[in-house]
């Protein structure tokens, strides 16, 4: 097998960490927030009427690839990416793959990582990280959210490619074949805002965007009056949890994004759009402040219809903000 | 969010403090850093509460088990967060057959095959799947 000397590197989110980690491997240098800006990483959805583990579904990314295809194609790179029927055919190309020596990026499910605390391990079927090398029958593993590079056996490594559920991973794994030459990165950046502006405030349906948070808000206030006082409590944890652990750099992916815009403006030369990402990290402290109250609600176990009403208008407060910030990002001169 | 702001709260349970995330923070200067978090108060309080409601639901389901109100199914399904849907689908049936599985008196008449399907699922030994819950049955 050859030896591919991948330098493994922490990041907040899985797929844009696992997108820098590979456009590093190749030499080309594209921070983190970068990557999650160009691919248009931030996105909210909430969907009361689909159940995952119990609770309502609510999500502060877009779906689970398109950061890497996003990237890769406004980059202009050539990249192999594949799905499976079976974990031998996977685990088969995975090898074949390393053994050209492609460092390998995949989806996995994080419940069949044994080297994920427990604490984190639930069946959420959407995390990436990169296969670049095989070891006395072990693989081994940069996952971008782990301080170091690990290890994981073949056959925990099959299982979480093939998990089942919401969404299903089939195996699905990608490389970096070729870079382009001269990468243009400005007009990616530009492309990457104008698309997350449209994805926030386009979607003419309530669960999608912007539009999502005002349902989530609206649902809010109906928790203490239709739910029993552990649904509520559940379905507010989950909230909580969708927008602060592991991946989401805080704030639901807030400062992350300001990040990119911070990053932007520097290449760019641009002093707006440093105003917009001082913007942006004063919007992350509120939704912080939301999730610090929904906290103190869910454990001193409140279940007045006050307290909930509050939430909900805090949330609100949220959403009214990134509807003028994206309006007017949105329209930001590009030919300047 | 400032640098000195970010949380360092640490989540002392299922390992939880191995794992110092990365988030994104602001300097003295306004620039954004990647910092390590041991955790976040907020964050660490909605995560205690999924894993005690996981294991309030499953000693309420072990005692239905010991009962003979359900099966061992309905126990290790739980056991691996598991549902009805995801169960249906690891095992290859359809919704309506699990759940008639988790009748005692149905699960009692299950062919090995099955049985092995339901084990491979679970993670454990056809042998654990068919005696859990019998020695407490005796005992108590």
């Known amino acids: 097998m050859n030896n591919i000397h991948f330098t493994h590197k922490q990041h907040a989110h899985c797929e844009s960490g696992v997108t820098s980690n590979l456009l590093g491997y190749k030499g080309l240098k594209i921070s983190e927030p970068l990557a999650f800006g160009i691919g248009s990483g931030i996105f909210f959805g909430h969907l009361p009427f689909l159940k995952i583990g119990g609770t309502p579904g609510t999500t502060f990314r877009t779906w689970p690839g398109a950061i890497f295809k996003r990237v890769t194609a406004a980059l202009n790179i050539r990249v192999h990416t594949e799905k499976f029927k079976s974990p031998e055919k996977a685990m088969q190309a995975l090898d074949a793959a390393l053994e050209k020596g492609y460092p390998v990026g995949m989806l996995s499910s994080v419940y069949y990582l044994p080297y994920l605390p427990e604490a984190f391990r639930f069946h959420f079927n959407a995390h990436n990280l990169v296969i670049y090398g095989k070891e006395n029958g072990h693989y081994l593993v940069s996952d971008p959210v782990m301080e170091h590079a690990t290890t994981i056996s073949a056959e925990d490594l099959a299982k979480a490619r093939f998990a089942k559920g919401t969404p299903e991973p089939n195996g699905f794994m990608y490389y970096i074949e070729e870079l382009s030459k001269e990468p243009d990165i400005k007009t990616a950046i530009e492309k990457g805002i104008k698309k997350t502006a449209w994805y926030m405030l386009s979607p003419p349906v309530p669960w999608f965007g912007n539009n999502g948070i005002y349902t989530l808000a609206k649902k809010l206030r109906e928790y203490p009056k239709k739910l029993t006082p552990r649904q509520a409590s559940l379905y507010l944890g989950n909230i909580i949890r969708m927008q602060e652990e592991i991946g989401t750099g805080g704030a639901g992916f807030r400062y992350l994004y300001a990040a990119f815009l911070q990053e932007a403006g520097e290449l760019l030369k641009r002093e707006e759009l440093q105003e917009f990402s001082r913007e942006l990290t004063a919007i992350g402290d509120q939704w912080r402040n939301f999730a610090y109250s929904a906290a103190r609600i869910m454990k001193a176990r ?10 909900s208008d805090l949330l ?8 003028d910030f994206f309006k007017r990002i949105r329209k930001l001169n590009w030919l300047a | 969010m400032d640098v000195n702001d970010v949380p360092q709260d640490p989540k002392d349970f299922k390992e939880g403090d191995k794992l110092h995330k990365l988030v994104y923070a602001t300097d003295k200067d306004g620039k954004y850093v990647g910092v390590n978090s041991a955790g976040w108060e907020a964050e660490n309080v909605a995560m205690k509460q999924a894993w005690d409601a ?26 691996c967060l598991m549902d009805i849907a995801l169960v249906a689908k690891y095992v290859g049936k359809w919704q309506w057959q699990v759940r008639r599985h988790m009748k005692p008196e149905v699960f009692a008449r299950l062919d090995n095959a099955v049985l092995n399907v339901y084990a491979q699922t679970f993670n454990i030994s056809k042998e654990e799947l068919i005696n859990f819950g019998k020695q407490d049955q005796v005992s108590t």
């Open chain 1, 302 to 311: 409140q279940t007045d219809v006050i307290s909930y009403d509050q939430l």
């Open chain 1, 316 to 323: 609100i407060n949220c959403a009214d903000k990134e509807k």
């Open chain 2, 54 to 79: 996981v294991e309030s639901d499953l000693l309420e389901t072990k005692l239905k088990v010991i009962s003979g109100e359900l099966s061992p199914i309905a126990f290790f399904m739980q056991n």
